[in-house]
């Protein structure tokens, strides 16, 4: 159920709720990078509104024409490359400061990290991660390269020559599972905040109803009308970078 209540009260309102609460979990989307100038994937001007997920995002798709996908990434990660964190990445740096507090992404543009953020659970893995496509045994697991751009591409494994791919979690693939466990264990929580996400990628889309049922306060922070927004107590119409700022200030 939404509480009806003007934007200073709902602040005033989680304000109140972080104070009182122990433990206090976050989760954010792409949304929280929008005002460092990173696209979202699904709004009017959304990365999905120009091209196909599963071209781009997806083992079949990377199968198909891995210079395509890796063009997009080789892109993105120019993009991301150059973009600094909003306020919003700022104020939930300064929360993972605090004991009790956790923060769960969907985002793979390290925007949390350049914050300075800790104990951050990533659970699409990182776009500055990548590893062999084969995958030969050297390069099973991820490692960080933050070339961008690739001199070629697709670029190829640097221990035995096949493609690399990207380290994030692609359509159809499966998170890592400690990944999931940290963030389910994280749910346990007397405050969820889901922030910039349109909520409609699982398993991330179902924390925040998992948070309500073990009794957490759950607070939308978006300025669109998502699939969470019926089922959180308290629906806060706006920007990340404004509301967040707005209630660190009154806390
Ligand atoms: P979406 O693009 O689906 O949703 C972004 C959300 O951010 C929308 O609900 C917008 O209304 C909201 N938004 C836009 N500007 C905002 C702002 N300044 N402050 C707060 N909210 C704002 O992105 P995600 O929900 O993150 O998966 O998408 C989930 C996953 O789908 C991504 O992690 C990615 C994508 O396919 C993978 O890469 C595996």
Same mark, same amino acid.
């Given at each position: 159920?939404?509480?009806?209540?003007?934007?200073?009260?709902?602040?005033?309102?989680?304000?109140?709720?972080?104070?009182?609460?122990?433990?206090?979990?976050?989760?954010?989307?792409?949304?929280?990078?929008?005002?460092?100038?990173?696209?979202?994937?699904?709004?009017?001007?959304?990365?999905?509104?120009?091209?196909?997920?599963?071209?781009?995002?997806?083992?079949? #798709?990377? $199968?198909?024409?891995? /210079? *395509?996908?890796?063009?997009?990434?080789?892109? &993105?990660?120019?993009?991301?490359? !150059? %973009?600094?964190?909003?306020?919003?990445?700022?104020?939930?740096?300064?929360?993972?400061?605090?004991?009790?507090?956790?923060?769960?992404?969907?985002?793979?543009?390290?925007?949390?990290?350049?914050? #300075?953020? $800790?104990?951050?659970? /990533? *659970?699409?893995?990182?776009?500055?991660?990548? &590893?062999?496509?084969?995958?030969? !045994? %050297?390069?099973?697991?991820?490692?960080?390269?933050?070339?961008?751009?690739?001199?070629?591409?697709?670029?190829?494994?640097?221990?035995?020559?096949?493609?690399?791919?990207?380290?994030?979690?692609?359509?159809? $693939?499966?998170?890592?599972?400690?990944?999931?466990?940290?963030?389910?264990?994280?749910?346990?929580?007397?405050?969820?905040?889901?922030?910039?996400?349109?909520?409609?990628?699982?398993?991330?889309?179902?924390?925040?109803?998992?948070?309500?049922?073990?009794?957490?306060?759950?607070?939308?922070?978006?300025?669109?009308?998502?699939?969470?927004?019926?089922?959180?107590?308290?629906?806060?119409?706006?920007?990340?970078?404004?509301?967040?700022?707005?209630?660190?200030?009154?806390?």
């Amino acid at each position: 159920m939404v509480r009806q209540l003007q934007m200073t009260d709902q602040i005033s309102a989680v304000a109140d709720a972080l104070r009182r609460a122990r433990t206090i979990a976050a989760m954010t989307g792409a949304g929280v990078s929008a005002a460092s100038g990173i696209p979202t994937f699904r709004g009017a001007d959304g990365l999905w509104k120009k091209t196909r997920p599963e071209l781009l995002a997806s083992r079949e #798709g990377f $199968e198909q024409d891995p /210079r *395509l996908v890796w063009e997009w990434y080789d892109w &993105r990660r120019q993009v991301i490359r !150059d %973009a600094r964190p909003n306020p919003a990445h700022d104020v939930l740096a300064a929360w993972t400061r605090q004991p009790g507090f956790t923060l769960i992404t969907q985002n793979v543009d390290g925007l949390h990290e350049k914050a #300075g953020a $800790e104990r951050l659970i /990533r *659970l699409h893995g990182s776009i500055w991660h990548v &590893r062999c496509w084969q995958p030969c !045994d %050297a390069g099973r697991r991820d490692w960080r390269d933050d070339t961008a751009p690739f001199p070629a591409l697709p670029p190829r494994c640097p221990h035995c020559g096949a493609l690399m791919r990207p380290g994030v979690v692609w359509f159809g $693939e499966n998170l890592d599972t400690e990944d999931v466990a940290a963030a389910t264990a994280a749910t346990r929580c007397d405050v969820f905040l889901t922030i910039g996400t349109s909520s409609v990628v699982y398993p991330a889309a179902g924390l925040v109803g998992q948070a309500r049922g073990h009794g957490a306060t759950t607070i939308e922070i978006n300025p669109e009308v998502t699939e969470a927004s019926d089922e959180v107590d308290i629906a806060i119409r706006g920007k990340a970078e404004d509301v967040l700022v707005a209630i660190d200030a009154v806390l």
